[in-house]
């Protein structure tokens, strides 16, 4: 039994098995996650309809099993049809979450195509692909290290 608040078995083992420096995508229900992964990354559907699941119950989850020692998020555009105006509301529940879970992490932006390659390198083992509506959602972690 489990002591943490992740129970997905599949993601369990992934996390089990991801070491330093690993990449863990988890991706809003826009983001395209069949084609936008690293060559040993493994996609794990929570996708049950709209909204549900969403990015920030992830992140709970996901922070409750693994150490992460670095947050990126995709920088929104300014200058298309996805375009915002200032950081998407869902930037602060993600900072709200990473402050409860006793971490001192900055969200740091990464450019969009940035964003793409960085999620397409060889660290990233899973993407967690939610059913999250939210632009800009999307949030990369990097796997850290056990201290205790």
């Known amino acids: 039994m489990l002591h943490h608040t992740l129970i997905h078995p599949e993601i369990s083992a992934i996390l089990a098995r ?5 990449k863990i995508l988890i991706a809003d229900g826009n983001y395209p996650a069949s084609s ?9 559907s929570l996708n049950l309809m709209p909204g549900v699941v969403n990015c920030e119950q992830t992140l709970k989850a996901v922070l409750s099993a693994i150490p992460v020692d670095a947050v990126h998020t995709m920088m929104y555009t300014k200058d298309d049809p996805y ?3 200032a950081d998407p509301p869902v930037w602060e529940d993600y900072r709200r979450v990473i402050r409860e879970q006793g971490l001192d992490l900055e969200l740091v932006p990464i450019e969009k195509w940035e964003f793409y390659k960085a999620v397409e390198t060889p660290d990233h083992v899973l993407t967690i692909q939610t059913a999250d ?4 959602a999307n949030i990369l972690l990097s796997v ?3 201290m205790h």
């Open 133 to 136: 509506q939210q632009r800009y």
């Open 36 to 44: 936008k992964k690293g060559p040993n990354a493994e996609v794990i």
């Open 18 to 22: 991801a070491g330093h420096h690993a």
């Open 144 to 146: 850290g290290v056990r």
């Open 83 to 85: 375009a915002l105006a």
